[in-house]
């Protein structure tokens, strides 16, 4: 849960810096050809995120990414969570979900994590490997990006599928890396250089694979990999900035 949420969100870090760029980012990228569907704010394209510079990516008034835009759009339409009456635990909060959550008034809130300090204000202390919250405590569990910096990763994702409620439901989304059938991890590789071209990034102690899932349902959990971004058209996908073939995995317990 770390440096590269740093990276993605800027903001709490040099707010003013960042106010500055998202002013110019907004005016640069400023039209009507894509649409935020977790701010509801159009430009000419989103601008573009990444050490590759992918184009169409991040959005210059929320900072949403494809995955934040694809996320609230399944939100919206595919779940209850905002209109349903809600104990939601939310782990590594995203900044752009913090917000929504947050001023939910369905939504009873508990955004957390291990350096809550690189979070949104509000966010609070929790280590999830060791913690005193009762088991079956949340209706709802959002736990995106965190399980690949985790070396004892089962009981980790074991610790998530205790603390919910039997009958709730999650989403616990993590990279996959989709030329590999199968979950890559060697704890002998220690070097963060050498993690960064083994596993993604510097932090990242594996590089999950399709059985992911695997992992998930071995917790406890029924797990539907909803292939969401299938039911848009490639002019929607564009349109709403989405990452075709990224899929939601929506956790029952
Ligand atoms: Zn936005």
């Not at 939310?90 to 291990?114: G, M, R, S, W």
């Not at 590089?207 to 971004?229: E, H, I, M, P, T």
Request: neutral net charge; proline residues 5%; charged residues 25%.
């Amino acid at each position: 849960m770390l440096s590269t949420k740093v990276k993605e969100s800027l903001g709490p870090i040099f707010p003013i810096a960042n106010k500055i760029r998202l002013l110019f980012l907004k005016i640069k990228y400023a039209g009507n050809n894509v649409v935020c569907s977790c701010c509801k704010s159009s430009f000419k394209e989103f601008a573009p995120f990444g050490d590759n510079r992918r184009k169409n990516a991040w959005c210059p008034q929320c900072e949403s990414l494809e995955r934040h835009r694809l996320l609230w759009m399944y939100f919206e339409n595919k779940t209850s969570l905002y209109t349903e009456p809600l104990k939601v635990l939310h782990v590594a909060p995203e900044t752009v979900f913090f917000h929504k959550l947050k001023n939910q008034t369905n939504i009873d809130y508990f955004p957390v994590d291990i350096y809550p300090h690189l979070y949104p204000k509000g966010t609070t202390y929790l280590d999830i490997l060791d913690h005193e919250i009762p088991d079956n405590s949340f209706d709802v569990i959002i736990c995106n990006h965190v399980f690949q910096y985790i070396e004892d990763d089962k009981k980790a994702i074991k610790n998530i599928y205790k603390l919910m409620k039997p009958g709730g439901w999650g989403i616990m989304q993590v990279p996959i890396n989709t030329s590999r059938k199968t979950t890559y991890e060697d704890s002998s590789i220690t070097d963060p250089l050498e993690r960064e071209k083994a596993f993604g990034l510097k932090e990242h102690v594996r590089y999950y694979s399709y059985d992911y899932a695997d992992k998930l349902r071995n917790a406890g959990f029924n797990v539907n990999v909803d292939d969401y971004s299938a039911d848009f058209s490639n002019e929607e996908i564009h349109k709403y900035g989405f990452w075709k073939g990224d899929s939601i995995y929506y956790c029952t317990k």
